[in-house]
């Protein structure tokens, strides 16, 4: 068990992404994320075939689904015999599914297994009021007809109501988009900055349709072959001309445009070791050289809800000895065009870097030609556990195409202020 | 897999049969099928024919081996599986009389779907104009007595080669086994060849081989798949993007590989070439089958339905085999089967387009079967061409122009896709080293450009 080899990552699939209530909402994360398996396993000629592991997970979760992922490897034509467990780290549930297999093939725990998400924005779980629940639950304890008859008359009608899961941080009772308007403004992210950079994840994201790029990263689910989200004929002028829905006042700068729509969908990333992908006549795309954590205080407002992998990269590149410009290609996921924009302002701030991250000099700047090339959320949209996985597979086949030692860094915030970073090098 | 139609289903319960017979309808029956395992042919198999049957005597050991009973006389009171009759020493029309001798009194005592297979030789360029007659009269004899066969039963001719009488076993033992249930009234021409031996593993002709069938995420393409894998193939899926998740359910259950490729993309054969190389060691077997139709009078056809039918249907086949029969595409001892239609070969309304694709089909594999490389390096290539087959693309079909299209053949019903995968299968196997250049009907002897 002291071994230490590399896990590469050999393929992915994932099913288009549909908008919320579109095509898939009457899927369940099951289905999907069965679906994105399905594809995976006929891709890569596994069935019947008994993996190391599955890891995946969904953020927005039934209680029946307390073994999502065993059930959707038992519902797929894997071997019943591979072994499988639920991971949730919000939006960063897909990557860090995948550092943790990584790890297990690089300490030869494992030689083979698979990182997904899922997540359905359509098909979400209700919830009764906490008041009714209790009450519920006693009505349910209750033994004699008589007990049954006091908790019953104790249900009022001011009692009933569903409550839908809300994308609010509990302990701010802030929505995400609220809290990416205060870092934007303290970034001076413009509202024409972030337009931009949508208006290129869908640039981006049509062009690789359209070059047969997802050909084989994807397999069409319920009749849709491509992300419902894609406005491939969007303009700045389009984008500029919707209202505002985060932020106050005139200084408000983000959109429905500029922030990703909530979306249904599920992504599966096959890795391995090199003997094993050989076994089985597959190539190592990309090496999974490392991956990094990080959180951060949001609570009490000392950093924006969204900022930790602008703490886990800088981590991340000191272990490795790389400094931010020695990558060919960069994936920040786009959970708001601001998210994107305010990271990467924060590394080119002097002050940021020194008082923060404890540098001596800034990361300093990213060549946005290299940046998210075949678009990202914005345009795809974002299923929150499944972006890991469609980031991690996109990024593997571009960095094979540039051929080997290619770099190439992964970048994903997520809710409860935290971040998941990761690096891969074409194989 | 399909199953039988209504009608078929219907007219074969005692009262549906009643009926049927009163009104003279047609009367098909549920055809026989392969099934592992299960026997060669349903009863003994007659042996004859002319002279010292030298065709009969080649095959006699391997049809034995195979399971099949052989007796020289008509039994009593037993039904017969099948009649081979050899006139492969026929030298003269007059010789044919040892033929009609045989089988006349044979078709009277044939079991449910039973086999005739009528042996003779190719006609040659050599021998005298009597040899040549009698040589061609065994098409007439065979497809003539192709229409008088009922319940299920099918008569076919098999041509071989002086000397290479053994090579022609697989052909034999095909067509009388259920995997030709809709193959009826057709020739089969086999070249020199030795002896063929049996598969190791008769279960898995295909055992080790590596396919990879095109417009495989459903209908024909779909079983084609299933058929050879349980035949032992490793299969490769290729369909277009769009068919990607039927394409994957296909592909996870014959245990292959899915392969998302539009054939008529200009690298389609470099990537299928390259995904059977690096994922499974090698390519042994190419099925062209994905194909389009774009109906419409000749009148009314612009180009770009025109175009879209001959690229889909013709030209993608010869782009990608640039690259499929290039020396790292296909092993040496490769198959190649391609998918034609009856339509190629009688011409339909509103077919123009298709019609001159699977023609088309047709001459390519003419072009193929001459190429002396090919010989060379053992690849063979054969197509099928289907008559009515029930799949979706016939499902949509009105239902009556549906009906006449199921009723007008000699076993009046359609075929299933199972049907001509079997028949492919049968082009695949190792022992068909000697067959190459064929166009197999598979239409239930369809009246259709027969
Ligand atoms: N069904 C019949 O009765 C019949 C009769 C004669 C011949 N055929 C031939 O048999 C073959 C299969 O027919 P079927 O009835 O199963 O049709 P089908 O339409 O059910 O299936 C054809 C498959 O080919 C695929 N395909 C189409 N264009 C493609 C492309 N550019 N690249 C990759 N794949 C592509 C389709 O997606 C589909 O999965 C065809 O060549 C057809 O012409 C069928």
């Known amino acids: 068990m002291t071994t230490h080899r590399r896990a590469a990552v050999l393929g992915g699939n994932r099913i288009p992404f549909a908008r919320q209530f579109g095509p898939y909402a009457e899927a369940s994360n099951q289905d999907m994320l069965t679906a994105a398996l399905e594809g995976l396993v006929a891709r890569h000629g596994l069935a019947g075939e008994r993996l190391g592991e599955v890891v995946a997970g969904a953020v927005i979760k039934h209680s029946r689904d307390f073994n999502l992922t065993r059930e959707a490897v038992l519902g797929s034509s894997l071997s019943p015999d591979t072994p499988a467990y639920d991971v949730q780290q919000a939006c960063g549930t897909g990557l860090e599914a995948a550092v943790l297999v990584a790890n297990k093939i690089a300490l030869g725990q494992a030689d083979s297994g698979i990182a997904g998400g899922v997540d359905s924005a359509s098909d979400a779980p209700i919830v009764v009021p906490e008041r009714l629940r209790r009450k519920l639950l006693r009505l349910n304890r209750a033994k004699t007809a008589a007990e049954r008859a006091k908790a019953a008359v104790t249900i009022r009608p001011t009692d009933l109501g569903v409550q839908v899961p809300a994308n609010t941080e509990p302990r701010t009772g802030m929505s995400m988009g609220q809290h990416m308007a205060l870092t934007a403004e303290r970034w001076g992210v413009t509202r024409e900055a972030q337009d931009e950079l949508a208006l290129a994840s869908h640039q981006n994201l049509a062009a690789a349709y359209d070059a047969g790029f997802f050909d084989d990263l994807m397999t069409p689910y319920l009749g849709l072959t491509r992300d419902q989200n894609l406005r491939a004929d969007t303009t700045i002028e389009k984008l500029g001309s919707l209202r505002t829905v985060f932020g106050d006042g005139p200084g408000a700068t983000m959109t429905a445009g500029n922030s990703t729509p909530l979306t249904d969908g599920a992504s599966a990333v096959l890795l391995g070791s090199q003997e094993w992908a050989e076994e089985h006549g597959l190539k190592p795309l990309a090496w999974f050289v490392d991956g990094e954590t990080a959180a951060v205080d949001y609570v009490s407002g000392d950093e924006g809800l969204l900022m930790a992998p602008a703490y886990a990269v800088p981590r991340m590149l000191a272990r490795q000895g790389l400094t931010l410009q020695d990558f060919d290609l960069y994936e920040i996921h786009e959970a708001f065009a601001a998210t994107v924009l305010s990271t990467m302002k924060a590394w080119e701030d002097e002050e940021f870097c020194r008082e923060r991250l404890g540098l001596d000099a800034p990361l300093g700047s990213i060549d946005r030609d290299t940046l998210n090339v075949t678009g990202s959320s914005l345009a795809a949209g974002h299923p929150f556990a499944a972006t890991g996985g469609r980031i991690l597979a996109t990024l593997a086949k571009l960095l094979h195409e540039k051929g080997s030692g290619a770099r190439g860094l992964v970048s994903i915030c997520a809710a409860g202020g935290q971040g998941v970073v990761a690096i891969l090098e074409a194989a | ?450």
Not at chain 2, 20 to 28: F, I, M, S, V
């Open chain 2, 1 to 450: 897999m399909a199953r039988a139609d209504g009608y078929t289903t219907f007219v074969s319960s005692g009262f549906g049969k009643k009926l049927a017979t009163t009104l003279g309808l047609p009367q098909p029956v549920p055809l026989r099928r392969y099934v592992p395992g299960g026997p060669l042919v349903d009863g003994p198999v007659l042996v004859g024919g002319h002279a010292d049957t030298p065709a009969v005597t080649a095959l006699r050991a391997g049809l034995t081996a195979a399971g099949a009973t052989l007796t020289e006389v008509v039994p009593d009171g037993a039904r017969l599986g099948g009649v081979v009759v050899d006139l492969t020493a026929a030298e003269t029309p007059a010789d044919l009389e040892s033929l009609r001798a045989t089988l006349a009194p044979a078709l009277k005592r044939l079991g449910r779907c039973a086999r005739v297979v009528v042996v003779g030789r190719r006609p040659g360029t050599s021998g005298s104009v009597a040899q040549q007659a009698a040589r061609r009269a065994l098409e007439g004899v065979t497809r003539s007595v192709g229409k008088e066969l009922r319940a299920g039963a099918t008569a076919n001719l098999v041509l071989v080669t002086e000397g290479s009488e053994g090579a022609a076993l697989g052909t034999v033992l095909f067509l009388l086994s259920g995997r030709s249930a809709y193959v009826d009234g057709q020739v089969f021409r086999v070249g020199e060849g030795g002896a063929v031996d049996a598969p190791a593993d008769a279960e898995h002709p295909l055992a080790g081989k590596v396919a990879v069938v095109t417009g495989a995420a459903r209908g024909i393409g779909a079983d084609i798949a299933r058929t050879i894998a349980r035949d032992g193939a490793t299969v490769v899926c290729v369909d277009i993007p769009a068919a990607g998740a039927s394409l994957a359910d296909v592909a996870n259950e014959v245990g292959g590989t899915a392969l998302q490729v539009d054939v008529t993309a200009t690298d389609a054969g470099a990537r299928i070439a390259e995904h059977a190389r690096t994922r499974h060691g090698g390519l042994d077997l190419v099925v062209h089958n994905a194909g389009i139709t774009r109906d419409k009078l000749l009148a009314n056809t612009d180009e770009d339905r025109w175009d879209s039918v001959l690229q889909v249907n013709l030209l993608s086949i010869l782009r990608m085999n640039e690259a499929l029969l290039a020396k790292d595409g296909l092993r040496d001892g490769g198959r190649m089967v391609l998918v034609s239609s009856i339509a190629g070969i009688a011409g339909n309304r509103g077919q123009s387009s298709y019609a001159a694709s699977k023609a088309g089909v047709i001459g390519l594999v003419d072009g193929y079967a001459a190429d002396r490389a090919l010989r060379r390096r053992g690849i063979t290539v054969n197509a099928v061409a289907p008559g009515f087959i029930e799949t979706e693309m016939t499902a949509k079909i009105p239902f009556a122009t549906r009906e006449v299209g199921r009723r007008l053949n000699s076993l009046s019903q359609g075929g299933l896709p199972v049907d001509v995968a079997e028949t492919i299968a049968y082009f695949a196997a190792d022992a068909q080293a000697a067959v190459t250049g064929n166009v197999v009907r598979v239409c239930g002897q369809s009246l259709l450009g027969a």
